[in-house]
């Protein structure tokens, strides 16, 4: 096919403008983002020639290469991976029709700070090119196939897409240095990169040798190439020779954010089951948390090679947000999405790593309460459906939970169910509970009248996903969980002598009155009962403690059932 013209889709142009200005503190990037494509592309091809070795066309050594000419002021990474075709380079990098584009597009504001961050979750990737280079030419050739393409783009509206010749597979990008860029023309500086984000790339990140020098200062020319990083998979060092900083790119690269993990968990794990974790958890929820077609999970390697990036089979639904990788030992090669759904293998592989995260929340809970604040922010609501999704786990995960109550001053959700009991009244054995559609209709119930007065708290649950937690979780520590605006309440143990002659005194007053509610609400209610629950309120409504709640009732109708 001849050499056509193609539009961006107005999202890239977007993108890339955004990028360019958001990200220009730190250009260095670009190299890491190409690095971190060439590097999945290698994985990707030594995955599918696992059933079809033809594929590695005789050479079976994976690797990167990074060049740049001063002269033509270039610099070039070539990797031998998988390649792409040319509807591929259309799809991947031509347009960004990705689930979720839409909605982080709809959800920038103007404000670059806020804005950078965004793009940072979406993934900077290919386009961070863009930011050192006017052109950039993109010559790719699909393992297997015969045919190459090459790409190019000047980053503005469109891109140029032609058929070429490539003998070796794979892709090689070449990046036309914008004016001013030349300080990334220096052996020293792209070296220096390397090293500080892409060093734990499992393959060989290969330069030209450095020249050497004799013994008059002459200057040898270097012979051949070597590796710039260490080129072992960071996951199987050992913890004490892995920096912070190390542990910090890494997440980077395998979670595609671009900021800095609140927390990980690092460890090789012998028995049943032989495998090493890396887990991470990150400060910021993705944008697509709640998307059903989320594009990152935690990825599965077998003996070092990549398997599949997974989003629902690793880890449960709760801790969808989870980063990292998984490596065993004792998996086949050729595991697919069907074997690990079946699998009792992987089933005791999740089990450990589910508790190595909980672990790792706990230390969090623990030792950097301010850090778990921040988590909770940002991944409080999905860590509670964990209470209905994983049994064995309920209690480890009630233990993690923090909640809005009476007891403290607005809607943050600060309070632990430890810290409640901690504060319960004497003969108190019941945590109470409202839930309500807003914090505010929480806080302002008729129901915590009494409870206020008599100085008992009240936990305020107003996330959507309260009503599915308070159904699962019915106590803690010996004590049940109970709603202030279910069934019969029983505040006997806090009311004096006085009070209790006083209630007596006015269930028998009101008898009548009752009887007489009763016959006017006919089948309307269930029940009409003198209670001392209110305060100031004359009246209120109350479900039998097993009936639906009023919150989950209307949840339920909104949600069309
Ligand atoms: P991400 O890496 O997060 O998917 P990128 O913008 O970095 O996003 O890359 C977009 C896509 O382009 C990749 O998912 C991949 O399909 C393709 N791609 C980029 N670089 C390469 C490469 N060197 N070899 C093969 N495919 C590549
Ligand atoms: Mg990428």
């Not at 409202?434 to 008992?456: C, N, Q, Y």
């Not at 308070?470 to 605006?485: I, N, P």
Request: glycine share 8%.
């Amino acid at each position: 096919m001849s050499k056509e013209t193609l539009g961006f889709q107005t999202e890239v142009k977007q993108l890339l403008h955004l990028m360019i200005h958001a990200l220009y503190s730190n250009k260095e990037i670009f190299l890491r983002e190409l690095i971190s494509n060439a590097s999945d592309a290698c994985d990707k091809l030594r995955f599918e020639a696992l059933d079809n070795g033809a594929l590695f066309e005789g050479d079976g050594e994976l690797k990167i290469q990074l060049s740049f000419d001063k002269d033509a002021r270039t610099i070039t990474i070539a990797d031998n991976g998988i390649g792409m075709r040319r509807d591929e380079v259309i799809a991947n990098i031509g347009t960004i029709a990705r689930s979720g584009t839409k909605e982080f597009f709809s959800q920038l504001t103007g404000d670059s700070a806020k804005d950078s961050h965004l793009i940072g979750q979406f993934g900077v990737g290919f386009y961070s090119a863009f930011i050192v280079a006017d052109k950039v030419t993109l010559t790719t050739r699909r393992a297997g196939q015969t045919d190459a393409v090459r790409w190019e783009s000047a980053g503005d509206g469109e891109f140029t897409i032609e058929d070429v010749e490539k003998p070796g597979r794979g892709t090689e990008i070449v990046l036309h240095l914008k004016e001013g860029e030349d300080e990334f023309l220096n052996d020293w500086r792209l070296r220096a990169i390397v090293t500080k984000y892409s060093d734990h790339i499992s393959l060989p990140i290969l330069m030209k040798k450095r020249p050497e020098y004799d013994d008059e200062g002459k200057e040898i020319p270097g012979d051949g190439v070597e590796a710039v990083n260490q080129a072992n998979a960071l996951w199987t060092r050992n913890k004490s020779d892995i920096s912070d900083e190390q542990y910090q790119e890494f997440y980077k690269h395998v979670a595609h954010d671009f900021d800095e993990p609140l927390a990980w968990s690092h460890a090789r794990i012998e028995g049943r089951q032989e495998y090493t974790e890396l887990l991470y958890i990150p400060k910021r929820a993705p944008f697509d948390l709640y998307d059903r077609d989320r594009r990152h999970g935690v990825k599965l390697y077998v003996k070092r090679v990549f398997i599949l990036e997974d989003h629902d089979k690793l880890m449960p639904q709760y801790l969808r947000f989870v980063r990292g990788v998984i490596d065993s030992n004792d998996l086949p090669l050729n595991v697919s999405r069907e074997i690990l759904q079946q699998s009792k293998d992987v089933d005791t592989i999740r089990a450990g790593c589910v508790k190595k995260v909980l672990g790792l929340l706990e230390d969090l809970r623990d030792n950097r309460p301010d850090d778990y604040a921040v988590f909770w922010q940002e991944f409080g609501k999905v860590l509670k459906e964990g209470t209905g999704e994983d049994f064995a786990n309920k209690d480890r995960i009630a233990g993690l939970l923090r909640f809005a109550s009476t007891h403290g001053e607005g809607d943050a959700q600060q309070v632990s169910l430890a810290d409640y009991i901690g504060r319960m009244k004497d003969g108190q054995d019941r945590i109470y509970y409202i839930t309500a559609d807003s914090h505010a209709a929480a806080s302002h119930s008729p129901h915590l009248e009494v409870f206020r007065k008599k100085g008992i708290e009240v936990l305020l649950l107003s996330d959507r996903v309260d009503e599915w937690l308070v159904s699962s979780l019915t106590e803690f520590d010996g004590r049940k969980l109970q709603s202030v605006a279910k069934g019969e309440l029983d505040l006997s143990a806090f009311a004096d002598e006085a009070e209790k002659q006083q209630q007596e005194a006015a269930a028998e007053a009101l008898k009548d009155v009752v009887t007489a509610i009763k016959d006017a609400l006919g089948e309307q209610v269930k029940d009409v009962r003198v209670t001392t629950r209110l305060t100031d309120s004359p009246a209120c409504l109350v479900v039998e403690n097993f009936d639906m709640s009023g919150n989950l009732e209307r949840l339920l109708k909104s949600a069309g059932q």
